[in-house]
């Protein structure tokens, strides 16, 4: 293992363990005022999945609590933005949201990958296993 590997998987163990004492947040709310920090700056030490969603969206509210739960089992391996579409009219029309929900991987400060619908737990799964 080279020396940046080692250092990402130091700094992961550390998320880790910052979760499971309670001390880290794997769910946050973002929107536009605070999209930069909560989620472009974070992205540069711990991979952030952006679920833009709407409260009148019933797919959203499908794959919201599917979205919820993985973030917990995946205990810090990830965070979870939640981003409603009327709070972030310009970050949704930055990263070219037609259809919610949707959802984005930041990492390092750029979309790694992305999905649109509501996929099946198993599904979101793999999609996160292949890409965090």
Same mark, same amino acid.
């Given at each position: 293992m080279d020396e940046? =590997?080692?250092? /990402? /998987? /130091? /700094?992961l163990e550390e998320l880790r363990k910052k979760m499971e004492a309670g001390k880290m947040e794997t769910e946050i709310k973002v929107d536009d005022t605070n999209f930069e920090t909560r989620v472009m700056e974070r992205s540069k030490t711990v991979p952030v999945i952006v679920d833009f969603w709407a409260e009148w969206c019933m797919p959203c509210r499908v794959l919201g609590p599917t979205l919820e739960k993985l973030a917990k089992e995946y205990k810090g391996r990830f965070v979870l933005a939640k981003a409603?579409? =009327?709070s972030t009219k310009i970050k949704a029309n930055e990263y070219s949201v037609m259809s919610i929900p949707n959802v984005k991987l930041f990492k390092n400060g750029k979309v790694a990958d992305e999905f649109i619908g509501a996929l099946p737990e198993a599904q979101v799964k793999e999609w996160l296993d292949k890409n965090i």
């Open positions: 940046l =590997g080692r250092i /990402k /998987k /130091k /700094k409603n579409v =009327g």
